[in-house]
C-alpha cells in the first residue's frame, strides 16, 4: 500500500489554495468529497458498501487520511477501487495542501468521485477548507444523540450527515428524531440520511443523494 | 452551571507548567486524572456510574472539557459530584495552564480524586502533559479493535485502558483480545480493563485499581 508522509502546508493561504484544487479538479472531472466524522463512527464500513453498490455506475476513488496505519487503505484496495494511504505528521486534520499532496500521488487516478477520509475527530478537520466540492459528516449511533450540542460547527460545515450504524438502535439511548432536530437547529439546509452498512439499510437514500450531487456538479460546470 | 471559557496557553513551556501543577496538586491532596477519549465513547456515563459507585469511598470532582456546550458538567453535578464545564475555545486538548485554571474555578473544592474529561479525540488530548497524576484512556466496543493500530502514541501514553460499553459486544465485529494485544504490544505496562457502565460488569475491578492507585500515590509522598 502506498503512503505518503504529510507536512503542515507554510502557507496562511489555505482558503486560496482551496480554490485554486476545487478548480484545478474540475478541470480533471473529479468530484471531491471530504468525509469527516469521530475516530471509529464507521467510515470506512460505509465507503467500501458504497463503493460495492455503486460498482459499474460510477468509479470512486478513496483518501485515506490517518496518524498512523495503512490499515483503512488496505482495506478499500481489497474492494478494487482505487486508494491511498495520506499520514499527516500527528495533525489531527487534513488542510487543500495535503489534499493535492494526495491526489497527485494517486497515479494514473481514473475516478469520478474522490472521498478524502478525513483524520478521525469532530473538530480540528472542521475548521480547514480541503478543495472539496462537498462537505458529509457521520455521526455513529453509538457516538450518542448529543454531538450536535457538543460539536457545532462540524454541523454548520456539512452538507450532508449520515448517521452510521442504525442496526445498533435497539442496544443504545440514542433519540434519532433528537439528532435530526438538533442538527437542523444548526444547519437547516444539512440533508440527514440513518444507514445501517451492515443490513443496507438507507443505503439507497445516500447513495441517491451522492449520484445526484455528482449530477449537479456537472451540470454547473 | 459555572463555564469558563480557556485560550491557549501563551508559553511554550508546557511541560515545566504540568511539573509545577502536579505539585501544587500533591500539596492540596488532589489527585488528578487526565481521562482521554474519542467521542462519544462513554466518558461521562463511566464516571457517573464510578461516582455513584464510590460514594462515600472517595470524594471525586470533575473537570468538563468541551468545544462548547455544558450537557456533561450538567449530568455529573445533577450526581451531586463537584463539577466544573470548561470550553477550549476551539482547541482539541487540554493543556496545564487550562487544567490549572479549572481546578482554581472549582471554588472550595473538597475531593480527593479529580478527573479531567478531555477533549473527545484520540490525538491531541495525548500530546499535552495537563498535570495529572495518571493517565487514562477509553476506548469504547463500537469504535472498532484497530484503533492501537492508528492512534498508538495514546495507548502508549496511558496508565490504564478501559474498555467500554461491553453489553454491545454482541453486536459488533470487535476482537476484545486483539484489542489487548495490540494495547500491550504497544505499552506492556498499560492496565486494561473491560467494563459495561450499563450492567456494571467489570467497574469494581476498575474501581478497585482507581482506589489503589489513589492509595499508592498517597504513600509515595
Redesign the interface.
Given at each position: 500500500m502506498k503512503v505518503i508522509e504529510l507536512r503542515r502546508t507554510v502557507t496562511d493561504s489555505n482558503d486560496r489554495d482551496a480554490e485554486a484544487l476545487r478548480r484545478e479538479l474540475r478541470s480533471k472531472g473529479i468530484f471531491l468529497i471530504n468525509l469527516m466524522s469521530?475516530?471509529?463512527?464507521g467510515k470506512t464500513t460505509l465507503l467500501s458498501r458504497t463503493i460495492t453498490d455503486l460498482t459499474g455506475k460510477v468509479d470512486i476513488g478513496v483518501m485515506e487520511a490517518?496518524?498512523?496505519?495503512d490499515?483503512d487503505a488496505v482495506r478499500i484496495s481489497g474492494l478494487g477501487a482505487q486508494s491511498i494511504q495520506m499520514h499527516t505528521d500527528?495533525m489531527?486534520h487534513v488542510d487543500a495542501g495535503m489534499a493535492r499532496a494526495g491526489i497527485e500521488a494517486m497515479e494514473d487516478l481514473k475516478a469520478d468521485v474522490v472521498f478524502l477520509e478525513n483524520?478521525?475527530?469532530?473538530?480540528?478537520p472542521a475548521?480547514f477548507d480541503t478543495g472539496a466540492h462537498r462537505k458529509v459528516m457521520i455521526l455513529?449511533?453509538?457516538?450518542?444523540d448529543?454531538?450536535p450540542?457538543?460539536?457545532?460547527?462540524m454541523f454548520r460545515e456539512s452538507d450532508a450527515l449520515v448517521i452510521t450504524?442504525t442496526?445498533?438502535l435497539p442496544?443504545?439511548d440514542f433519540d434519532l428524531d433528537a439528532a435530526k432536530r438538533r442538527a437542523l437547529a444548526l444547519n437547516p439546509d444539512i440533508r440527514i440520511f440513518p444507514v445501517s452498512a451492515k443490513t443496507g439499510e438507507g443505503m439507497a437514500e445516500w447513495e441517491d443523494w451522492l449520484l445526484s450531487e455528482l449530477e449537479a456538479w456537472k451540470r454547473d460546470a
Open positions: 469521530a475516530a471509529g463512527s490517518d496518524i498512523a496505519s490499515v500527528g489531527c483524520v478521525g475527530n469532530l473538530i480540528c475548521e455513529s449511533v453509538p457516538e450518542g448529543d454531538k450540542l457538543k460539536y457545532p460547527l450504524k442496526d445498533a442496544y443504545f
